[in-house]
């Protein structure tokens, strides 16, 4: 019988004990190539949150911007440069003395200097030849390093580069004092193995320290990158979720969870950050995640059926990579209730909040989930009360907070005003309050309703069900009280106001009825 060799080399621990000898350098461009996703532009303030939390996830470069591309873009790279980050900070320059002076002018610690190199980009767009573009490039390179800077340099469009003509101008740039080149994989035609043979030879041809950075057009951004590393590169440019021109760059959780935990590579990442930082990054630049997003997405470490359940609660690594747990990238495992439920997982999360049932309840229970499972409906944590309770015989979850009226002004000459009256433990309570908008008024008048001032909405959002103006709003709001304890619940109505209200509401009273 054949023997496995390479699919089993990297979890040997040989293979991974050489590895760690190796710390490859994390280059973050979601402030740049990021920034350059179609659609996204990132408020400056917003800017420098996000430098400051790569910095505290522990990247070692920031490329802050493009500073000649615009006032703003140039005013965000100097302030970051001027915070006093651990990471290197970074500007962007193509190959004229203009830009390169505007990085300067911004005092970054290196500047990323690049020209095309490919027949194609070297024609089409700056016309010069090959020559012309090699002597441009080591001017370009001396002038940085004449001003005291680290150098970069990037051979735009590099993997469609003449191999011969690349490692001239390689060679020249760094006889003229450049510290590392970047290989863009500028249009993302790399697979893998002509990745390898790409690095490989250059740097048997020319020792020095090389960058990778992979564009995502057929899904290799990742595997590219990966495998620059094995084939020699000492740092990967990545962004935070993988934003990025067209179809993005390689994402930055994935690179350094890949390099560390599969391969065993040091990285300076402090990767209990990750999900934060992905978090922050989709909020501040508006490209929403999928739920199956590797490493930092809401499905990660979710467990559904039966089966999937049942072994992680026994053992987490049945199902999950083991290597790699919720906690390293500061995630949560969730046991997900749906038409795939077993006893198992429904019986954790009904223990997690303190209700008990006998095997009996816990049937009826679990057949009152699959229910729901089967309407196509996703079991909220609301939900799993109100079944509990109603089997159980506790006090059922509309008779702590029964919703009466909810009304509401808007317009463009009014301030958004809610009232909202309801019968809060039997007593008739009425409540008005305003808000920047109508949802916003009538949150604020529910949360005066009950009176609890601790709770805190930890999550919402609003997506519209199939589309046309008649859509159905599904509101999700993850609520939580002092206490620490946290619940998910869902209401969809097509009225959004009416769609957010019963969603906080029931997940008031989920949370009361859980303490
Ligand atoms: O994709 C690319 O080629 C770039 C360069 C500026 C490095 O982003
Ligand atoms: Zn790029």
């Known amino acids: 019988m054949n023997k496995l060799t390479r699919g089993v080399v990297f979890y040997a621990p040989e293979q991974k004990k050489q590895n760690s000898n190796r710390t490859i350098t994390i280059f973050d461009t979601t402030l740049r190539d990021g920034e350059q996703t179609p659609g996204v532009t990132i408020p400056f303030d917003k800017k420098i949150e996000i430098a400051s939390q790569l910095d505290k996830l522990g990247v070692d470069a920031i490329e802050a911007g493009?500073?000649?591309?615009?006032?703003?873009?140039?005013?965000?790279?100097?302030?970051?440069?001027?915070?006093?980050?651990?990471?290197?900070?970074?500007?962007?320059?193509?190959?004229?003395?203009?830009?390169?002076?505007?990085?300067?002018?911004?005092?970054?610690?290196?500047?990323?200097?690049?020209?095309?190199?490919?027949?194609?980009?070297?024609?089409?767009?700056?016309k010069k030849t090959r020559e012309e573009a090699l002597n441009s490039a080591v001017e370009m390179v001396e002038y940085i390093k004449s001003h005291g800077f680290k150098c970069m340099f990037s051979p735009m469009d590099a993997t469609r580069t003449d191999f011969?003509?690349?490692?001239?101008?390689?060679?020249?740039?760094?006889?003229?004092?450049?510290?590392?080149?970047?290989?863009?994989?500028?249009?993302?035609?790399?697979?893998?193995?002509?990745?390898?043979?790409?690095?490989?030879?250059?740097k048997k041809n020319v020792d020095m320290k090389y960058d990778m950075h992979c564009h995502n057009d057929f899904g290799l951004a990742n595997a590219n990158s990966i495998t620059a590393?094995?084939?020699?590169?000492?740092?990967?440019?990545?962004?935070?979720?993988?934003?990025?021109?067209?179809?993005?760059?390689a994402s930055l959780a994935e690179v350094v969870m890949a390099l560390s935990s599969i391969y065993g590579f040091k990285?300076?990442?402090?990767?209990?950050?990750?999900?934060?930082?992905?978090?922050?990054?989709?909020?501040?630049?508006?490209?929403?995640?999928?739920?199956?997003?590797?490493?930092?997405?809401?499905?990660?470490?979710?467990?559904e059926s039966g089966i999937h359940s049942q072994g992680v609660l026994a053992k987490s690594d049945t199902f999950e990579p083991g290597v790699m747990t919720p906690e390293m990238v500061g995630q949560k495992r969730r046991i997900v209730l749906?038409?795939?439920?077993?006893?198992?997982?429904?019986?954790?999360?009904?223990?997690?909040?303190?209700?008990?049932?006998?095997?009996?309840q816990l049937?009826?229970?679990?057949?009152?989930?699959?229910?729901?499972?089967?309407?196509?409906?996703?079991?909220?944590?609301?939900?799993?009360?109100?079944?509990?309770?109603?089997?159980?015989?506790?006090?059922?979850?509309?008779?702590?907070?029964?919703?009466?009226?909810?009304?509401?002004?808007?317009?463009?000459?009014?301030?958004?005003?809610?009232?909202?009256?309801?019968?809060?433990?039997?007593?008739?309570?009425?409540?008005?309050?305003?808000?920047?908008?109508?949802?916003?008024?009538?949150l604020r008048a529910a949360e005066e309703i009950v009176g609890d001032t601790t709770y805190k909405i930890e999550e919402f959002s609003i997506e519209a069900i199939a589309g046309g103006s008649d859509s159905l709003a599904r509101v999700t709001i993850v609520l939580a009280n002092e206490r620490g304890k946290s619940v998910t619940a869902k209401s969809a109505n097509a009225d959004i106001v009416m769609a957010s209200v019963e969603a906080l509401i029931n997940a008031m009273n989920a949370l009361a009825g859980m303490d």
């Open 267 to 303: 990285t300076n990442i402090k990767t209990e950050y990750l999900t934060e930082t992905s978090k922050m990054v989709e909020k501040y630049s508006g490209i929403k995640m999928p739920p199956m997003l590797p490493v930092c997405g809401e499905n990660a470490f979710s467990h």
């Open 164 to 202: 011969e003509y690349l490692v001239e101008i390689v060679k020249a740039v760094k006889a003229a004092g450049c510290d590392i080149v970047n290989i863009p994989d500028t249009v993302g035609v790399m697979v893998p193995t002509s990745t390898y043979e790409l690095i490989y030879n250059l």
């Open 66 to 126: 493009f500073p000649i591309s615009s006032p703003g873009d140039k005013e965000s790279v100097k302030k970051i440069a001027g915070l006093g980050l651990n990471a290197d900070v970074c500007g962007l320059a193509r190959s004229v003395i203009k830009d390169i002076d505007a990085c300067i002018d911004c005092d970054v610690d290196m500047v990323h200097v690049f020209i095309p190199t490919s027949d194609v980009q070297r024609e089409y767009t700056i």
């Open 363 to 442: 049937t009826e229970i679990l057949t009152k989930i699959k229910e729901i499972g089967d309407r196509g409906k996703t079991v909220t944590d609301a939900d799993l009360y109100v079944v509990a309770s109603v089997v159980l015989g506790k006090k059922g979850m509309d008779e702590a907070i029964k919703l009466k009226e909810v009304s509401v002004m808007t317009g463009n000459i009014v301030t958004p005003t809610a009232v909202i009256r309801a019968e809060v433990n039997g007593k008739e309570t009425i409540a008005a309050q305003t808000g920047v908008g109508p949802v916003d008024a009538a």
């Open 229 to 249: 590393v094995e084939a020699g590169a000492d740092q990967v440019q990545v962004t935070v979720n993988g934003i990025g021109e067209r179809a993005g760059n």
């Open 338 to 360: 749906g038409k795939h439920a077993g006893r198992h997982a429904v019986l954790q999360n009904l223990e997690a909040v303190n209700i008990h049932p006998t095997e009996e």
